[in-house]
């Protein structure tokens, strides 16, 4: 396997990699983001069945929670160990960080939103990291905290890298 020494070998290992497996992250974010609605969507059937005492909400949460498993394969195609639920929880805090900033910013708290929209793509961009396999839970060791991996020479923070290679390797205004 290659060194990585640098963004630009990350963006080269994601395009490798998207051709020989015919990978689309354009289409794979828009899947990834409706996955985080339907988390949302089985959080509120949650709390309304939990409300209200009616089971049916459970029912359709249920429902939904199968729709979100059977997507979430299609990103999730080969884990190992707890990357299915890391991912899962990476996509659901990202969600909502995304709800609690837009709130924020509406109240007019415009750097409290800002900090919030920032932790949520750095949730987002690890959730991308982790799935594309730029972070390795394999023989995970301590590295600098800032490193991608043993071989990284970049002195920017880990999700700072990560989010530079989600903006480059996926756009989503890709027909």
């Known amino acids: 396997m290659k060194k990585i020494n640098n963004s630009d070998d990350l963006i080269n290992k994601i395009k490798s990699f998207s051709k020989d497996k015919n990978l689309d992250l354009s289409q794979d974010e828009d899947l990834s983001i409706a996955i985080m609605n339907l988390i949302s969507l089985e959080e509120h059937f949650f709390f309304s069945g939990a409300k209200t005492k009616n089971k049916k909400y459970f029912d359709l949460l249920n429902q939904v929670r199968l729709i979100r498993t059977q997507l979430l394969k ?12 890391v991912s899962k929880h990476l996509l659901a805090a990202s969600m909502r960080l995304i709800e609690v900033g837009t709130k924020s910013w509406k109240k007019g708290e415009k750097g409290q939103a800002q900090d919030f929209f920032a932790k949520a793509y750095d949730l987002y961009s690890l959730f991308w990291g982790l799935n594309l ?14 490193k991608l991996d043993i071989h990284d020479k970049e002195s920017k923070s880990l999700l700072s890298k990560l989010g530079d290679i989600v903006k480059k390797a996926i756009d989503c205004c890709k027909e």
């Open 74 to 85: 299609k990103i999730i195609k080969e884990y190992e160990g707890e990357v299915w639920c």
């Open 133 to 146: 396999k730029l972070v390795s839970m394999g023989k995970v060791e301590k590295i600098d905290d800032n």
